[in-house]
Structure formats: structure tokens, C-alpha cells
């Protein structure tokens, strides 16, 4: 049966559906010998010979959901060309073909996915599902609340302004706010994945991020986890991660009919109104 190119090689879980149309867009995907770079292109899993960086594209394999915390120094990506540590060598036995799901930046740490299931990975990086991800970003000086406003308001960066973001002063006990090198710590929730957001956010109000750690992805978090180690979801975990990729999404649906439906009756009842008036 013929199907898209990018839908095989996420279903073989090499990248999710948007990163395999970068694949094929860079030259990076053969068909049976001949490069592809056209979006749509199909071809059969069954009988043709499909290949990824010259890799044969296989059937895929048992779905794997990692929870890695990431240490600061090391890329958020399988390879890098200029040789950097990546996330990949930091899971060692790990023996399925995984890959990050989102971003994280070499100097920043926490909680990253890997994983083989392209379809998740899809959602989960789809502004449209609206995954929370929350970050303890230390910045340089406290933010009053006029910067803190315009971060939870929304912000343009790079010439696009960002969404609606939760935003907490972290104060009390335990600190966050450290008057002797002036840094405060803020608790950041947004769920957009745009390259370096959080820090741009701390820079376009004038408090540059000097550390930042991802303690949550959307109902995962776990504060157990060592610097540089992972573990493998629980089947509950991945059960909560779906339904959490899934939830927003179908709750757009069902208010934007609820909306629909409550204007249709708002508009049944204005024709009602003016068919009186005018019999009037």
C-alpha cells in the first residue's frame, strides 16, 4: 500500500512527522536508490527499499518513552556536526532507534523525552495541543511587575509575539530571590517550543536568564531524577502524556461548537425577535 513518505518514517520511529519532512526537504531520504526531496512523495513500506542517511528504514519497532534529565554541555539532537556531546550518549543500553522529542539548548538542563512513537512526538511539539512545558529560569535582577505583566501578556519576539504564559515570582522559603549576587529565580509555564524562547523572554524585558532547568512536561515531572540519568516512562505515565497531548485539543473542539451552537441560538433568537417586531 502506497502512504507518504514522512508518515512511514515516523511510523518506523526515526523522526516525528514534521522532522521527516525535514529529512526528505535536505536530500537525507531515498527510494529505492533515488532521492527524494517532494513533500507527498509515496512509496510502499513493503516492498520498497526506503532509506534515511542510507539507513534502511525498518519496520518499527515496540514503542520506548524515556525521561532523561539533561545536563547542561550536551545538544538536544541523535548527531551533531560539530561534535558536541549529544542527549543520545547519555542512554547508554538503549538499543531502539529514539530521538528527542522537542528542544532543550546546550546550556540549559532538565527533563527531556525520547522516544520512537512519532505520532506522540507530533502532538507534544504541536503549539496546537497546547503541552505545558514549565521552567526555573534565574535571572539577573527581580522583575517587578510590570516585566512580569508583559511576559504573562505576551511579548513580540523575532518579530512574532508570543502566547499567553503563567508566570511566578518564586518567593518565600527555600529561596529564589538572592539579594547578594541581585539574580531572583522565576517559575516560567508556556507551551510553545520556539528556539530559545524563555531566555529571549528574559532578555526582552531587560533580566537575561543566567540558568535554566525544564521541571515539567506536561503531567511529567520528577524531582528524583539525577543529573544526567533517565529512566523509562511507566505505562501510566505515557497513558497521562497522550491524554494530556490530546485533551486541549479536543476541548478547542468542543468549546468552539458550544460557541457555535450558543451563537446559533443567539441568532435563532435575534430572526425570532425581528420576525415579531416586524408582524408588529
Do not use: C
Amino acid at each position: 500500500m502506497q502512504v507518504r513518505l514522512q508518515k512511514i518514517i515516523s511510523a518506523a520511529g526515526i523522526a516525528s512527522r514534521r522532522a521527516a519532512e525535514r529529512l526528505i526537504e535536505e536530500g537525507r531520504v531515498s527510494v529505492n536508490g533515488a532521492t527524494v526531496t517532494q513533500l507527498g512523495t509515496r512509496a510502499d513500506p513493503d516492498s520498497d527499499d526506503i532509506r534515511v542517511d542510507e539507513r534502511r528504514v525498518k519496520r518499527r519497532e515496540r514503542h520506548r518513552y524515556f525521561l532523561l534529565n539533561k545536563p547542561r554541555g550536551y545538544v538536544t539532537t541523535r548527531s551533531d556536526p560539530e561534535q558536541r556531546p549529544t542527549v543520545l550518549d547519555l542512554l547508554k543500553g538503549v538499543r531502539e532507534y529514539v530521538y528527542p522529542v522537542g528542544r532543550l539548548d546546550f546550556d540549559s538542563e532538565g527533563l527531556l523525552i525520547l522516544t520512537n512513537d512519532g505520532d506522540l512526538a507530533a502532538t507534544l511539539t504541536h503549539p496546537r495541543h497546547e503541552v505545558e512545558r514549565v521552567y526555573e529560569a534565574q535571572v539577573l535582577g527581580v522583575p517587578d511587575e510590570h516585566d512580569l505583566d508583559r511576559l504573562r501578556r505576551g511579548l513580540v519576539i523575532d518579530g512574532r509575539r508570543t502566547s499567553p504564559a503563567q508566570i511566578d515570582l518564586v518567593t518565600g522559603r527555600g529561596t529564589v530571590t538572592s539579594r547578594k549576587d541581585d539574580t531572583s529565580v522565576l517559575r516560567v509555564t508556556i507551551h510553545e517550543g520556539r528556539t530559545r524562547q524563555v531566555r529571549k523572554m528574559g532578555d526582552a524585558i531587560g533580566h537575561p536568564v543566567r540558568t535554566l532547568k525544564r521541571v515539567r512536561i506536561g503531567p511529567i515531572a520528577d524531582k528524583n531524577l539525577r543529573l544526567g540519568t533517565y529512566r523509562e516512562l511507566t505505562p501510566e505515565e505515557v497513558r497521562r502524556l497522550k491524554n494530556a497531548s490530546r485533551r486541549p485539543d479536543a476541548g478547542s473542539r468542543e468549546e468552539s461548537g458550544s460557541r457555535r451552537e450558543s451563537g446559533s441560538r443567539r441568532e435563532s433568537k435575534s430572526r425570532g425577535e425581528y420576525r415579531s417586531r416586524k408582524s408588529r
